[in-house]
């Protein structure tokens, strides 16, 4: 899809927008979002940087909306990461006071749309008061079939990693695995959330141009867009337009183009002549 074809779904109503959309097929089964921007937003606005958390869950209303409207299986949103808790003390304890009241207020609504919540992180870090409230809202929405909203909560990446490398290792101390046998398939069994499929796009707001420790095994092939709204502006047309920028790219994991492929298949043993590469660049022998 080229500038062109992005710019005239731009001009669509939303509803039509949400049409052409589901309309086109192709849609990502895993879209993962590091939202980023709340700070900022409130800092033009003379406000608290807290004041643009709160802003920001309109924004995640907004989300959860579009991609269970579009049939989307998984949206992961990068909640709290590991550098967070960094932060001033009150801007931390701010952020989790802000989680409990967002879980109690949304559960009903995650419910009427049939939203399954799940964490990833090191939930252990998290207060117990947040801890419990997170607890109850998943075994609430746990019966849901629909959307999967993944909560990245005191996540890290590298931690992520470290952390499966640890119990990996545990396992083949312990003589129930052999480590011979660990491939991909077996360390991504032991990353923090098993079983969600790998984000085939990750969205980044604010126009920051880095995946900041997010998802680093799983984002491996992911296709990146970088937005420069601020998260809290961040609105369903523009969660919309995002997936068809991604409908419109061509995933190659690596590999060549489909036809480029086609056309490359018969050269047989023949790309490795010296004498054929000496003719096609004009170099001497």
Not at 66 to 90: C, D, W
Not at 202 to 211: K, P, Q
Not at 250 to 264: C, H, K, Y
């Amino acid at each position: 899809m080229g500038a062109e074809d992005l710019k005239r779904l731009a001009e669509l109503d939303t509803e039509a927008l949400f049409a052409a959309v589901a309309e086109r097929g192709n849609l990502p089964r895993h879209v993962a979002v590091i939202m980023d921007g709340n700070g900022r937003w409130a800092q033009k606005r003379f406000l608290p940087r807290v004041a643009g958390h709160r802003a920001g869950r309109h924004a995640v209303r907004r989300c959860v909306t579009a991609a269970g409207r579009l049939g989307v299986g998984v949206l992961t949103l990068y909640t709290f990461s590991q550098e967070n808790f960094g932060r001033p003390e009150s801007e931390v304890k701010a952020l989790w006071r802000f989680l409990e009241e967002s879980l109690l207020a949304e559960r009903e609504d995650l419910h009427r749309r049939n939203v399954r919540l799940v964490a990833t992180g090191d939930l252990s870090k998290l207060p117990d008061v947040a801890r419990r409230g997170l607890e109850d809202a998943v075994a609430a929405l746990s019966g849901n079939s629909g959307l999967v909203l993944n909560l990245a909560l005191a996540y890290g990446g590298r931690q992520e990693i470290v952390a499966a490398a640890r119990r990996l290792a545990a396992e083949a101390a312990a003589g129930r695995l052999d480590p011979a046998e660990i491939d991909e398939e077996t360390f991504a069994e032991h990353l923090y959330s098993p079983g969600l499929p790998d984000p085939d796009l990750v969205i980044r707001t604010s126009g920051e141009a880095r995946l900041s420790n997010f998802l680093t095994w799983q984002a491996a092939y992911s296709e990146l867009l970088i937005t420069p709204v601020l998260w809290p502006d961040f609105s369903e047309r523009d969660f919309l337009l995002a997936v068809a920028d991604y409908q419109g790219r061509e995933r190659r994991f690596g590999g060549l183009p489909a036809a480029e492929g086609a056309r490359s298949s018969g050269d047989g043993d023949s790309i490795w002549e010296a004498s054929r590469w000496q003719r096609l660049l004009k170099v001497k022998p």
